[in-house]
C-alpha cells in the first residue's frame, strides 16, 4: 500500500468521524470539553493530504468514498481500503426513519461491490394490509 493513499485513507476517516462528533455531541461533549479542535487538525492533514493529488481518488484512480440515498435526506456512505485486496463485500440493514410516534415506514438493505466500488440499496416499504413495496 502506497503511503499517500493511506494518508488519505485516514484523512477520510477522519473527516467522517469529526462529522460524527460534531453531529452527536455538538460544540462540547457532557464533560465541557470543546471539540473543535477536531476541525484544526482535520485541515492539517487535509492539506498535507492535498499535496498528493486528488483528494478524492487513490493513487490508481479509484474512489475513495462511494455515497447512495436510501431515501430523500437517507444517504449511506461507504470508505474504500486502499488496499483493494484488503476490500471485501459487506452489508448491513436497518428500519427506515419516521417521526416520533410513527409506524416505521419500511426498512433498507445495503451491500457494496468492491470491484466496481458500488452501494447497492434496497428498500422494502410497508404499506396498509400487509403488502410490500420493493423501491429502487
Known sequence: M???DALKYALTLFEERTEWAH???AVCDDDGHDIGYLD???CEVEE???QFGDPQRYSDGRRIKSRAEIQPGFITEHIWHPDPDQEK???WHG???S??????PGVYAVATGPTTQTISVRVMWSVLGGAEVTGP
Open 2 to 4: 502506497r503511503a499517500d
Open 23 to 25: 453531529s452527536t455531541v
Open 40 to 42: 484544526a487538525a482535520l
Open 48 to 50: 498535507l493530504a492535498m
Open 89 to 91: 463485500p459487506r452489508s
Open 95 to 97: 428500519k427506515l426513519p
Open 99 to 104: 417521526d416520533p410516534g410513527v409506524p416505521c
